[in-house]
């Protein structure tokens, strides 16, 4: 109980201490994709189009095989309803090289035969898939994140195992690879505490890394901050950021900033609706809005056409919406 209390006081302490910034309506670009409703999807930005794969519809059923892409966020065409890949659920995405690449995740919800994934596909076009490895050097996993960085692609963290896990599942291990092939193990320590459902983004030359924590079955939530200029070697840059723990977010940068959007908490039980943006990690401020999508996690979240867009999630129900949100090219300074 006294460590419930001390976290209350703590996220109070912090929100009491954020700066909050009123900013322009969300437009809702549908209110209905041609995907089914979903969370913990893959998704990417490639050949000026939006992607979705995979993701999660319920704990008891094998996850969706299909690829949907669109060139505005409205009209989505399924390019396949079965790509070869299986673990669909919570994998990592990005796009590197000319191609579109989705690796990891997870199988079959709660039902037997579940697994994670050390497998590693990659595309040029969404139809046909080639696998670069079955077995990468990183242990098989989901949950991770994962950034392009000096001409790489990098996997941090992550777990093994989504519902029955331990906290020995937990990963805060770093490996980079420059074709999908080959992995380097960075390092077998980043610092940072070990965690899954946290999010990574580049910029200003380094690699940054937020929240997340643990889900089963000991729950553990953080809103720290750290970076790195190698990938190896981490500074912690804030123990406490005002946007409360949290795991399931997403995060872009945009506008010269490092954004982090929505997400779920345990204490206290709940989806977030929020946004904040930070160009050094330390200091954040909330970007509110008078319309915006209501609260999710498990969101995807793009930076395209000049815009902020998130798709999907779990919005108590699934979702299937897709929002966007334009800056003016002088934001923040812009009032």
């Known amino acids: 109980m006294r ?6 006081f703590g996220l109070a302490v912090s929100l009491l201490l954020a700066a909050e910034r009123p900013g322009p309506d969300w437009l809702r670009e549908t209110a209905g994709a041609a995907w089914q409703p979903r969370d913990s999807q893959g998704e990417l930005v490639f050949k000026d189009r939006l992607w979705i794969f995979g993701g999660w519809f319920q704990s008891f059923e094998a996850p969706p095989r299909d690829v949907w892409s669109s060139p505005d966020g409205k009209d989505w065409r399924r390019v396949t309803a079965n790509a070869p890949w299986l673990h669909s659920d919570l994998p990592m995405s990005l796009p590197f090289k000319n191609r579109m690449w989705l690796m990891g995740g997870w199988y079959n919800g709660r039902l037997p035969g579940h697994s994670a994934s050390n497998t590693v596909w990659s595309s040029n076009d969404g139809a046909n898939w080639k696998r670069a490895t079955a077995n990468a050097g990183w242990s098989p996993r989901l949950a991770a994140a994962v950034v392009e960085f000096k001409g790489r692609m990098w996997m941090l963290g992550g777990t093994e195992n989504y519902y029955f896990g331990d906290q020995h599942s937990l990963k805060n291990d770093v490996w980079s690879s420059s074709d999908g092939k080959n992995w380097r193990l ?3 320590n980043a610092g940072w505490a070990p965690r899954a459902y946290h999010q990574a983004v580049v910029h200003g030359g380094r690699i940054w890394v937020f929240g997340g ?3 089963v079955p000991q729950y553990q939530a953080f809103n720290d901050v750290w970076s790195s200029d190698d990938g190896v070697h981490w500074t912690l840059v804030t123990q406490s950021a005002p946007w ?23 204490i206290p039980e709940q989806n ?15 970007l509110t809005a008078k319309n915006i999508w209501k609260e999710r996690h498990e969101l995807s979240a793009f930076v395209f056409q000049d815009r902020i867009w998130i798709a999907g999630g779990h919005a108590k129900p699934l979702s299937n ?10 934001f923040p300074s812009e009032k």
Not at 323 to 330: A, E, G, K, Q, V
């Open 272 to 286: 977030w609706g929020d946004v904040w943006y930070s160009s050094d990690g330390a200091n954040w401020t909330r």
């Open 244 to 266: 409360s723990p949290r795991l399931w977010f997403s995060a872009v940068t945009y506008r010269g900033q490092m954004w982090v959007l929505g997400g779920w908490s345990k």
């Open 3 to 8: 460590k419930i209390l001390f976290m209350f």
């Open 321 to 330: 919406e897709v929002w966007s949100l334009y800056l003016p090219p002088n």
């Open 186 to 188: 960075e390092t077998a």
């Open 213 to 215: 924590g643990n889900y």
